[in-house]
T-cell receptor, first 111, second 115 residues
Framework: AQRVTQPEKLLSVFKGAPVELKCNYS??????LFWYVQYSRQRLQLLLR??SRESIKGFTADLNKGETSFHLKKPFAQEEDSAMYYC?????????????FGRGTSLIVHP | GAVVSQHPSRVICKSGTSVKIECRSL??????MFWYRQFPKQSLMLMAT?????????EQGVEKDKFLINHASLTLSTLTVTSAHPEDSSFYIC???????????FGPGTRLTVL
């Protein structure tokens, strides 16, 4: 079965410091990977998807198939980045779409 | 992206009563919707996949008689928590899959408190 691991429950940094939120997955095929973010009192929303290879709000994430990782990075954290971040994997099996989420990492950026 | 709404946003009920939560896709016809449960400071737990016009697919460990899902139209799925107990208190979130890359769009969630 597929699995997503976010080893850090909490990550605390100061404004301007680099940030890396770790995500490892287990799946033998080629998964679709995403990062979702949930700001305080807001709904979950998509931040990044690996297939787009995009940078959103200064965040990037590279899929490393060898290490089965999809870490989220930002070179200079901002206070407004404080939120809960979820790494997610989705795959299609037998015509069914199966989403799996990591437990989430709470990012706190101090002024 | 797609817009998903949920109603109510919060509900308080007595133990033993049933509660219905609605999830609407406002601008997209969703043949599939997902229901999650989120515990405080924890991850999302996928409860079930709601399929329009057919039975929902429940994840292991989720009681289908306890959590009734109905997806009668392409824009509405409902989750009914039957005979609710305090341990059912949680944050329930629905989502739809939208777009070619499989990303999900989420509703704002419903806070259920069972007294």
């Amino acid at each position: 079965a597929q699995r997503v691991t976010q080893p850090e429950k909490l990550l605390s940094v100061f404004k301007g410091a680099p940030v890396e939120l770790k995500c490892n997955y287990s799946y033998s095929g080629s998964p679709e990977l995403f990062w979702y973010v949930q700001y305080s009192r807001q709904r979950l929303q998509l931040l990044l998807r690996h297939i787009s290879r995009e940078s959103i709000k200064g965040f990037t994430a590279d899929l490393n198939k060898g290490e089965t990782s999809f870490h989220l990075k930002k070179p200079f954290a901002q206070e407004e980045d404080s939120a809960m971040y979820y790494c997610a994997l989705s795959l299609t099996s037998g015509g069914s779409y199966i989403p799996t989420f990591g437990r989430g990492t709470s990012l706190i950026v101090h002024p | 992206g797609a817009v998903v709404s949920q109603h109510p946003s919060r509900v308080i009920c007595k133990s033993g009563t049933s509660v219905k939560i609605e999830c609407r896709s406002l601008d997209f016809q969703a043949t599939t919707m997902f229901w999650y449960r989120q515990f405080p400071k924890q991850s999302l737990m996928l409860m079930a996949t709601s399929n329009e016009g057919s039975k929902a697919t429940y994840e292991q460990g989720v009681e289908k008689d306890k959590f009734l899902i109905n997806h009668a139209s392409l824009t509405l799925s409902t989750l009914t928590v039957t005979s609710a107990h305090p341990e059912d208190s949680s944050f329930y979130i629905c989502s739809i899959r939208y777009g070619g890359f499989g990303e999900q769009f989420f509703g704002p969630g419903t806070r259920l408190t069972v007294l």
